[in-house]
């Protein structure tokens, strides 16, 4: 049979690596990183490798289901996709007739091949859309703002060319995006040093030059001293502070207190060690990392910590310089145009968004754009500033990203439509109204995505195989629903037209991708920092933020040493391993062989108090929220804490591996979506303590 290659776009995380498939028939024989992308090497992560197993479970909803029981209950009806699609459109219309079109909310997991469903809302009407970043990198979005007035991507990472890289609750040996993983060995082979600083031995930590242990949620009294060093010993980059940072009077005055000292008593790191820290990293800049944090929705004070990981880049002299935080380059900045936007096709709505980000008092500061979609749920309950009565959670599966899935769906209780538009089971799925199944990645092409950087591109995701049963990619999806509703500019008879729109005014043709599945368009350029890059009122990095104050929250807000959990219970942590992709992969045939389930991490000195051996049954409760998993004895993670893989804990009879094995951290926060930063937006997921016992 005939063998052919297909660039593709791995959907199996977040990070979608650009991809080549090999099939034969409608099977895939091969799957690699895509060979001409600057840095995959042709690779793709552990995850990444078992696509086919995703393409091959029929332990997936394999056609379009509205609900028949009561909502949760899992009895389906099986329809086709006029009935679902002409249901849901039905509805739609019926709820924006009676409550308006704002009463219609979508949110989806954010990425790069968002424009068709979010032209779909904004054709409606609405202006509430949101995605998960609330529960993801909410707070490093808001440092960046509130600085630089630009956001966190708007710099890139130059791990390639650095001579030290801070990776701080940042594993990025086990929380994977190849590339860089691939950088920054590479970076470390030519000598660069890399530091950890976490609450246990992670495989990170393995590999870096220095590893700190601190006590969970003291990183910013951490980062206070570092502050203090580079300032109290002159070493940090004048030539790059006097041009561009503002009140640095104001931050010298105020780590004044927060010296090594004070930061060994609060981490339990030795003065020494982070006093020569400071020294390391003053050595190796500009060409420095500090990261400023990804999955940093933990601590009532992440956002401060994310912010003073900005500030110590700033001091370095890191920001817009090669090896540390380079300025990314748009297609402007090299000449050509971008992508033409579906979204641009329609009005601004009228209408302030239900979340209150960008208008309500306190939220003024926060970015319009994806909003807060915990506040929306919250909206959904209160019907306060409006009543929101349809939901499409697209690619989203809130009930396992957000804390206390019960308290979630008791926030739900007031929508009338709850769509899940997804590829797998979900808890979120399971208790939707109508469920629109969308193909596996490889089943299905998307729109073309432009990637920014110190050398940006467009690139392709192409069909590689044909759909094994009823389901759709998401653009036939939206079309559809704008057919029923008479939304005639996403009316596009293919994907090809889509392209084409996309590409009209960029000077690139569809042919253009036949070679490498990419296209290139002008770098590898390192802008350097000028009067029009900071976005702030002055033009400076604004230490002092005014948009910040204005809302009541303190730009350089004093130090508060975290909780200390009471005699025998420890404060929940929880993080990604290489082998998953937060919970949407453990019934994966192959991904669940190589790990079927979590464990508890917990310190040898606390599991022998409580008489926990290796490998055995715990149970670990707060409240009524409970579960039991195996125990993983350990020297490596701090006394105060246990530690437990994000995603596992699945209920589903749907998921007939991954039901009942390890447990959800998400459950052990009871009403854990209400205790949120009003600084950075992110909701505040490592404030929870939890008892342990044998099982
Ligand atoms: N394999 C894999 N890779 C992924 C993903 C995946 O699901 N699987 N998801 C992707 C996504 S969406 C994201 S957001 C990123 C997340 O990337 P990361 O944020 O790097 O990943 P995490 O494992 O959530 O957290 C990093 C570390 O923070 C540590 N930590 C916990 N509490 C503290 C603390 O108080 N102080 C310090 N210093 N450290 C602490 C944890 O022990 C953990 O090792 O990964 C991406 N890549
Ligand atoms: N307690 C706790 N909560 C957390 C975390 C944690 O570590 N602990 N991690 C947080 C982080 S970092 C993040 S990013 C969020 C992630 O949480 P979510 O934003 O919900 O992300 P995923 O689990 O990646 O995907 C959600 C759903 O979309 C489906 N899906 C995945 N890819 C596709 C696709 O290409 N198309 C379609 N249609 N569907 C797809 C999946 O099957 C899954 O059901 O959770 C956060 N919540
Ligand atoms: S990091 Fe792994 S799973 Fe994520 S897109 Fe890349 S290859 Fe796929
Ligand atoms: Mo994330």
């Known amino acids: ?174 929380a994977i995006n190849v590339k860089e993983v691939n950088d920054l060995l590479d970076a470390k082979e030519a000598g660069a040093k890399i530091t950890c600083i976490d609450v246990r031995t992670t495989v990170t930590a393995a590999k870096a030059d220095n590893f700190f242990l601190v006590r969970p949620g003291t990183d910013y009294a951490f980062n206070l001293a570092v502050i203090h060093e580079l300032l109290a010993r002159d070493l940090y980059d004048k030539a790059f502070a006097t041009a561009w940072i503002k009140d640095l009077d104001a931050l010298k005055a105020f780590v004044a207190p927060y010296g090594p000292d004070f930061a060994a008593r609060e981490t339990g790191v030795p003065a020494a060690r982070i006093a020569s820290l400071a020294a390391q990293l003053a050595a190796a800049a500009p060409a420095v990392i500090w990261h400023p944090g990804w999955m940093t929705a933990r601590y009532g004070d992440s956002f401060a910590v994310c912010r003073t990981a900005y500030i110590i880049n ?20 090299v000449g050509k145009k971008g992508l033409k936007n579906l979204v641009d096709l329609f009005p601004k709505p009228a209408d302030k968004r239900v979340d209150g980000v960008g208008w309500m008092e306190g939220r003024t500061h926060f970015e319009a754009g994806p909003g807060l979609v915990n506040l929306a749920f919250e909206a959904i309950e209160s019907g306060e500033p409006y009543p929101v009565k349809a939901y499409i959670a697209h690619r989203h599966d809130p009930l396992m990203a957000f804390p206390d899935s019960a308290d979630v769906r008791r926030r739900w209780k007031n929508l009338e439509l709850l769509v899940a538009v997804t590829f797998s089971w979900s808890d979120t799925a399971w208790n939707a109204d109508v469920v629109l199944p969308m193909s596996p990645y490889l ?93 702030t009122g002055t033009g400076k990095i604004e230490i002092v933020s005014p948009k910040l104050e204005a809302d009541g929250v303190p730009s350089l807000p004093p130090y508060a040493a975290p909780a200390v959990p009471p005699e025998g219970s420890y404060r929940v942590s929880f993080g990604r391993i290489g082998l998953h992709t937060q919970g949407h992969t453990v019934n994966n045939p192959l991904l669940f062989a190589q790990m079927p389930e979590n464990e508890l991490w917990i310190h040898t000195g606390e599991a022998a108090k409580l008489g926990i051996a290796d490998g055995a049954l715990v149970e670990v409760r707060n409240g009524s929220h409970a579960g039991t998993l195996k125990a993983k004895v350990t020297d490596g993670i701090h006394p105060e804490t246990v530690f437990m893989v994000h995603g596992f804990g699945h209920t589903l009879p749907v998921e007939s591996r991954a039901r009942g094995r390890g447990v959800a951290d998400n459950e052990l926060m009871p009403r854990g979506m209400a205790t949120w930063d009003k600084g950075g937006g992110g909701v505040c997921m490592q404030e929870h303590f939890v008892t342990v016992r044998p099982a």
């Open 443 to 535: 089943e299905r092409e998307s729109m073309i995505a432009g990637k920014s950087g110190v050398s940006p591109s467009f690139f392709v995701r192409k069909r590689a195989l044909d759909p094994r049963f009823d389901t759709r990619a998401d653009w036939e999806i939206y079309r559809d629903l704008a057919r029923h509703m008479g939304i005639k500019e996403l009316d596009f008879d293919s994907i090809e037209d889509i392209w084409k729109f996309q590409l009209a005014d960029t000077g690139v043709a569809l042919g253009d991708f036949e070679a490498t599945g990419m296209v290139k368009l002008g770098g590898p350029l390192y802008r350097p920092v000028d009067d029009k890059t900071f976005k």
């Open 314 to 333: 700033a001091l370095l002299g890191s920001i817009g310089a090669k090896g540390g935080l380079p300025l990314v380059n748009k297609p402007g900045h």
């Open 1 to 174: 049979m005939e063998r052919k290659s297909v660039y593709s776009v791995c959907g199996m995380c977040t990070v979608r690596c650009p991809m080549m498939a090999t099939v034969e028939g409608n099977r895939v024989v091969h799957l690699q990183g895509n060979p001409h992308a600057a840095g995959i090497k042709g690779a793709l992560c552990a995850r990444g490798a078992a696509g086919g197993a995703l393409v091959a479970d029929d332990e997936r909803p394999q056609f379009p289901m509205i609900r028949a029981g009561e909502r949760g209950e899992g009895k389906w009806r099986r329809a086709s996709w006029d009935e679902a699609l002409g249901h849901v459109a039905g509805e739609l219309s019926r709820i924006r007739e009676a409550h308006g079109a704002r009463s219609i909310l979508l949110s989806d997991r954010g990425g790069p091949f968002r424009d068709m469903h979010r032209a779909f809302l904004k054709a409606l009407g609405s202006p509430n859309y949101c995605n998960h970043d609330s529960a993801c990198a909410r707070n490093v979005q808001h440092a960046a703002l509130s600085l630089f007035g630009f956001g966190r991507k708007d710099v890139a990472y130059d791990y390639k060319n650095s001579k030290h890289v801070v990776l701080q609750t940042r594993n990025i040996f086990e």
